[in-house]
């Protein structure tokens, strides 16, 4: 069993339709997040949470949505995404704010947008 | 303005001589460094870290080292395995603050 499960590891939606990403951590973690990879292309962070509190805003645009309704599940919720928003979606947990802080990745969802 | 970062974008490398990947970083407040190993179309798996009171550390065939005047860490492999073939990416964070610094990372190819 992985300490960080996705759902659904594939997605293909049309630029109207609303979906949600969705993520569940059993590490007993504080602190989850949301990172997106795009081809050739770093890490980007998109949100941070830390005990169900949003820390972080990447400056991502707003037709992305996160909710945390707990320590151990984190979504993403999409609307009307352009097609550049294609990529691999990572969700991540972490102990919280410490020193030695490791992060754990789940295996992803694969968006694409048409 | 990347912090981080992995000036090789690939390497290439014989099976059972080392593997060295290299990562630079920027902010010296970075107190605590991770490399994470990543196969296509799954998540990075987290490899070995280090926190900036070393210089080394150790696990298997894996050692990163940590230079901090020159604000650079290594990853060593060895000996490399075709196993090993993926895209490495290095990360570096801060104390008490959650978020984490990648570089873009290096494709490590290893030949039989």
């Known amino acids: 069993e992985t300490g960080v499960t996705q759902t659904p590891r594939h997605l293909v939606m049309g630029m109207t339709n609303k979906k949600s990403l969705k993520c569940e951590q059993h590490?007993?973690?504080?602190?989850m997040y949301w990172y997106k990879q795009s081809a050739k292309k770093p890490l980007e962070l998109m949100f941070v949470y830390n005990f169900k509190e949003q820390t972080e805003n990447n400056s991502v645009p707003s037709r992305f949505s996160p909710e945390c309704p707990n320590s151990s599940h984190l979504f993403l919720h999409l609307h009307t995404l352009q097609p550049e928003d294609s990529a691999l979606y990572l969700c991540a947990s972490s102990q919280g704010s410490s020193s030695g802080n490791t992060i754990y990745f789940g295996e992803g969802s694969w968006l694409t947008v048409v | 303005d990347q912090q981080v970062k992995q000036n090789s974008p690939s390497l290439s490398v014989q099976e059972g001589r080392i593997s060295i990947l290299n990562c630079d970083y920027t902010n010296s407040m970075f107190d605590y460094f991770l490399w994470y190993k990543k196969y296509p179309a799954e998540g990075p798996t987290f490899l070995i870290s280090i926190s900036s009171i070393k210089d080394k550390n150790e696990d298997g065939r894996f050692t990163v080292f940590l230079n901090k005047s020159a604000k650079h860490l290594s990853l060593h492999i060895v000996p490399s395995q075709p196993g090993d073939s993926a895209v490495y990416f290095c990360?570096?964070?801060?104390?008490?603050?959650?978020?984490?610094?990648f570089g873009s990372g290096t494709k490590l190819n290893v030949k039989p």
């Open positions: 990360a570096a964070s801060r104390y008490n603050f959650n978020k984490f610094y």
């Open positions: 590490l007993g973690h504080n602190a």
